[in-house]
């Protein structure tokens, strides 16, 4: 199984990026999954930014610092998950990861589905610079 990273690049503040992250490997619509993205700026530990739970029925989950900015979708079809962040800033500069753990994941919360240490499979990261 693989997740490969695309979407990032330079945009300006206030901009707006769509990431998207490719599973291959398997099909997502057979599995049952967490799916989630982390970035990692310069000199900084991973930060969790969210996470799609197919256990829950995709319910969706999002870290307080990019609340209200930023979506995940996922496309099973596509075995695709994506991140859209808008009204994007400085800080938002970083390495982009999506990472995945397959298997029912029920009655966690947030705080312990966005722990980088329950994901198994993650992809290399794609590059997020914005400049004001």
């Known amino acids: 199984v693989q997740l490969v990273e695309s979407g990032g690049g330079l945009a300006q503040a206030g901009g707006s990026l769509k990431l998207s992250c490719t599973a291959s490997g398997l099909r997502l619509e057979d599995k049952s999954y967490v799916i989630a993205w982390f970035r990692q700026a310069p000199g900084k530990a991973r930060e969790a930014i969210s996470c799609?739970?197919?256990?829950?029925?995709?319910?969706?989950y999002y870290a307080d610092a990019v609340r209200g900015r930023v979506t995940i979708d996922a496309d099973d079809a596509e075995n695709t998950v994506y991140l859209e962040i808008r009204s994007l800033k400085p800080e938002d500069t970083g390495v982009y990861y999506c990472?995945?753990?397959?298997?029912?994941?029920?009655?966690?919360?947030?705080?312990?589905?966005?722990?980088?240490?329950?994901?198994?499979?993650w992809g290399q990261g794609t590059q997020i610079t914005v400049s004001s």
């Open positions: 990472a995945m753990v397959l298997g029912l994941h029920l009655g966690i919360g947030r705080q312990g589905l966005l722990q980088p240490g329950r994901y198994r499979t």
């Open positions: 799609i739970n197919s256990s829950e029925g995709g319910r969706k």
